[in-house]
């Protein structure tokens, strides 16, 4: 992290940049500092400087625009205004934590500021009702109270506690000072991470089931299959200190889906792993803001070759424009699940309806950085602030149908941040991937990467 003599944070070359020329048009550095960027702010930066502006502003989605309470994520909010309630998001918060690393290491927030929130968040979930180990997929920010997520998901949600793990590790990873504080820290993360009963959540079977309650039981019977975003949840189920799972549910479960394997190709670009053309692009990201794809193989694909592969399926699919869409092309392109005009879908090239997520492009700089910044600077010239607002970039719009969307999304924002920054530096992937669980379970279930050798010889 960049300091000054006496230990602070200072502005990144992102910010120097845009306070030198702000402030000879008429804008002081100070206040360049606490305002929000329009879109024509934006438009002709340098593409490094233009990356961490998209970056803080969106960050700004998990700090001012967290529950104030708890801290910790909302699931959404708007262009205006925050949601007039206290609903915050496991998975969401997750993201924002792994969010919270990048912006104290660029010098958005200090150290000490990060150490605070995070100890807030942790003073929600550590007391909390969890089933099995395992957080509700909502909860209430005030109380820590499940928020049914539906009628019968009123318990446990293994995948949204598996995002929510992935980012307090990677807090345990960072928060590494020999303090009284971040020694609390990693003890308390420590200590709620071994409480999670992966093991319980396969019923006995050779697969993880999503969901379990008091009061429904494993009723909903969601097991957990590939190809998706849901590799995750294996990696940390074997990795588990406390309670395991068998690395033979990952094979016989998650692996053994008629989608996972069986390499295809579409548009000439041939697909390791998934359903017919690749499905929404949440799936390369989700897992992957921790889990580092390059050179990341297993028995069943090279993982770095599946992110680019589906990426680029995906981008050719909004070129090629099959469905005559109004607005795609080679800068205007990303589907994947997010709010659409008629509530939300999980857009794909197999169900495309002509509405486009910024952060699939965003969130998928590392597997294609040309085609990602194309997108970016196409979304600012052409729609602005259109789809420019607080918390970045909004979550979907449709050129057809005249439709912007007013909301941000907690699972949308965080991995725009995450991503670009793992595209930048590598800093989560390299977070992530020293933590010993982490590598002991991968190398567990059959994995290779290039961190086990650096670790190894460090």
Request: net charge negative.
């Amino acid at each position: 992290m960049a300091k000054d003599k006496a230990g602070k944070n200072k502005p990144s070359k992102g910010d120097k940049k845009l306070a030198t020329e702000k402030a000879g048009k008429g804008t002081t550095k100070a206040e360049l500092a606490g305002r929000l960027y329009k879109a024509a702010d934006l438009i002709d930066l340098p593409d490094e400087e233009l990356l961490e502006a998209v970056q803080r502003q969106t960050f700004r989605f998990f700090w001012e625009g967290a529950e104030p309470a708890s801290g910790m994520a909302r699931d959404r909010t708007t262009r205006t205004v925050d949601t007039p309630n206290d609903l915050v998001a496991i998975g969401g918060t997750g993201f924002g934590i792994m969010a919270m690393m990048v912006a104290m290491e660029r010098g958005w927030i200090s150290r000490a500021e990060g150490l605070e929130r995070l100890t807030r968040i942790i003073d929600v979930i550590e007391p909390t009702t969890c089933f099995h180990g395992a957080y509700s997929h909502f909860m209430h920010g005030e109380t820590g109270k499940v928020w049914p997520f539906s009628r019968k998901d009123d318990g446990g949600d293994l995948i949204e506690t598996a995002f929510l793990f992935q980012g307090l590790l990677c807090a345990r990873e960072y928060f590494d000072a020999d303090t009284p504080a971040e020694i609390r820290l990693r003890q308390r993360i420590t200590g709620l991470w071994g409480e999670i009963e992966w093991n319980w959540y396969t019923q006995g079977r050779h697969a993880l089931y999503w969901h379990w309650s008091p009061n429904n039981g494993f009723v909903l019977d969601h097991d957990i299959h590939g190809w998706n975003e849901c590799l995750i949840a294996y990696v940390m189920a074997v990795s588990a200190p406390r309670y395991p799972i068998d690395p033979a549910a990952y094979h016989r479960g998650f692996a053994a889906s008629k989608d996972f394997g069986a390499p295809r190709s579409y548009y000439d670009i041939e697909l390791p792993l998934g359903p017919d053309r690749g499905g929404p692009l949440f799936w390369a990201h989700y897992s992957f803001l921790g889990l580092d794809p390059r050179g990341l193989k297993d028995r069943y694909a090279d993982y770095w070759q599946q992110n680019v592969a589906h990426t680029m399926i995906n981008h050719r699919h909004c070129v090629l424009n099959p469905h005559g869409h109004k607005g795609y092309g080679p800068d205007c392109w990303g589907l994947t699940a997010s709010d659409d005009p008629d509530g939300y879908a999980a857009h794909q090239p197999s169900e495309d309806n002509g509405v486009i997520s910024p952060t699939a492009a965003l969130s998928s700089f590392p597997y294609a950085p040309k085609e990602a910044m194309a997108a970016l600077r196409h979304f600012l010239a052409k729609h602005g602030d259109k789809v420019w607002g607080r918390f970045g970039f909004v979550d979907a719009f449709s050129e057809e149908r005249n439709w912007f969307a007013e909301t941000f999304l907690s699972i949308d924002q965080g991995p725009i941040v995450v991503m670009i920054e793992n595209y930048r530096t590598g800093l989560i992937w390299n977070l992530f991937m020293r933590i010993p669980e982490i590598q002991a379970g991968l190398r567990k279930l059959g994995f290779e990467s290039p961190h086990f050798k650096a670790d190894a010889g460090a």
